[in-house]
């Protein structure tokens, strides 16, 4: 095993809550990545009645916050291979955006992270640090909205990405269903 | 190095955020990037399912429902269960992968069993033979860290197996780089501020960490149960070794262990420890 050094000694500067994020897939990557055969999307956006609201709610315990849900049908020529959904869950303190395929039968088949986020009571202000980060130099301020760091800590639950998927099964049995 | 020379994706596996990294000298080509993640994800998925203490039909599930009978078990799970069981031998029974009952009366894992079961037990009620596992006493067996510790090893294993030499794998927290690249590591600090610290800079080794705290909550749920009336100390405890199942082993074991003795028992495992305090 090759030697690691602790950095205890690195000056530490309180800053105000950074948030950090990053987009691992865009819309049409997501899309790529869930149903790489696929050769056709076609926008499908929900607009949810009050009382489809609640029936997801009902359904699946989980609050549907928005009306609209953006949700495409994917194709490989004419067939129809199932619902591509982007959606969005509260993590820690920011949202998470991820995308969802349902098969056609309402089973989910895949899910990917498209944008993860976290925010921090305080970071180290020290150069050569921050200089790992994306577009960050070393004469650069610390701006927010960065690369995420890479993180060791105690493991933080996916548990409201968990519910975000029973949410959206709950939306495929009331909405998507044919 | 930048980040900007990493490919990654993250899925949410093993109960918590796991994120792929790769080196993007490794391929160009879209579709093959896309075959590294598929297989790795794949690799990670197999391990949270067949070892996984919440799913009533996991390989797991299925030898604690049947204490005392040989049950047949895949490779993977046998593989996992002998290192717990080495490591509770090795440690003096500081890890202990037979506190399932506990986890269960806490009502931090849930109870499927019709049996009556025990709080706890010790490596001894373990028994293993070719493809088949045996449960002595009615104990339940929980792999959760060492099981995800073990998906980022087996993972990067099937990556490498591709011939990809430069990745990295932070299943929540539990860390392990491969190849030509130094990752810097901060450690989060769950605590008012949730804030972060620079721990280190990996390469070619694990890391894994633990929080010690009396206040469990939605999202930090784990919890570590002393069956020794040990009071371990609160903090933050960062194991650093060759393999990722052996450092999230080890984060229990040292944090059982009164300081001075933690450095001999790290040695033992050549393993690197940080140890820091709850703030």
């Not at chain 1, 975000?164 to 044919?178: C, H, I």
């Not at chain 2, 994706?9 to 993640?37: A, W």
């Not at chain 2, 931090?108 to 009556?116: E, G, T």
């Not at chain 2, 959760?144 to 073990?150: C, F, N, P, R, V």
Request: charged content about 20%; proline content about 4%; overall charge neutral.
């Amino acid at each position: 095993m090759k030697s690691i050094a602790p950095l205890f000694l690195l000056p530490v500067a309180a800053i105000t809550c950074p948030a950090y994020g990053i987009q691992y897939l865009s819309v049409q990557q997501a899309q790529t990545a869930l149903y790489p055969q696929a050769n056709q999307f076609t926008e499908n956006f929900i607009e949810l009645t009050a009382t489809q609201k609640e029936q997801i709610e009902s359904i699946s315990d989980v609050r549907q916050r928005w009306k609209q849900q953006k949700t495409w049908k994917a194709y490989k020529g004419d067939e129809f291979l199932g619902w591509f959904i982007v959606d969005k869950v509260i993590g820690k303190h920011e949202f998470i955006t991820y995308a969802a395929a349902i098969s056609a039968q309402g089973e989910i088949l895949n899910i990917e992270i498209m944008d993860y986020r976290e925010t921090y009571g305080g970071e180290v202000n020290e150069a050569s640090w921050k200089s790992h980060f994306k577009g960050v130099d070393k004469n650069s301020p610390l701006e927010l909205e960065q690369d995420i760091p890479n993180i060791s800590g105690a493991t933080l639950s996916c548990r409201n990405v968990t519910n975000g998927v029973k949410r959206l099964l709950a939306l495929y049995e009331v909405a998507l269903k044919p | 190095m930048k980040t900007t020379n990493y490919i990654k994706r993250m899925k949410p596996l093993l109960g918590t955020f796991v994120e792929v990294g790769i080196l993007d000298s490794e391929t160009k080509d879209i579709h093959q990037q896309n075959r590294y993640f598929e297989v790795a994800f794949k690799a990670l998925q197999t391990i949270a399912s067949q070892m996984s203490f919440h799913h009533e039909d996991s390989a797991l599930s299925q030898l604690n429902k049947s204490p005392r009978r040989w049950v047949s078990l895949p490779k993977e799970t046998l593989k996992v269960l002998a290192l717990a069981k080495q490591l509770g031998e090795q440690s003096a029974e500081l890890f202990n992968c037979t506190v399932g009952g506990h986890l269960v009366q806490n009502q931090k894992l849930p109870d499927h069993f019709p049996h009556r079961f025990n709080l706890s037990g010790s490596s001894m009620d373990i028994e293993i033979k070719q493809n088949q596992a045996r449960l002595i006493t009615p104990v339940l067996i929980t792999l959760d860290g060492i099981a995800k510790g073990y998906a980022i090893d087996f993972a990067l294993e099937k990556l490498q197996s591709l011939g990809v030499q430069s990745a990295w794998i932070n299943a929540g927290g539990d860390i392990k780089v491969i190849g030509e690249i130094k990752l810097p590591i901060h450690r989060r600090k769950v605590s008012q501020t949730n804030s972060l610290e620079p721990l280190t800079e990996l390469t070619n080794c694990a890391l894994a960490t633990s929080q010690i705290s009396r206040d469990l909550s939605v999202t930090l749920p784990s919890q570590i149960v002393d069956t020794q009336g040990i009071e371990a100390q609160e903090g933050l405890i960062s194991v650093a070794t060759s393999q990722a199942w052996l450092a999230d082993g080890l984060t229990k074991v040292l944090a059982l262990l009164p300081e001075n003795e933690r450095q001999q028992m790290a040695h033992q495992f050549s393993a690197e420890y940080f140890c820091s305090k709850a703030s």
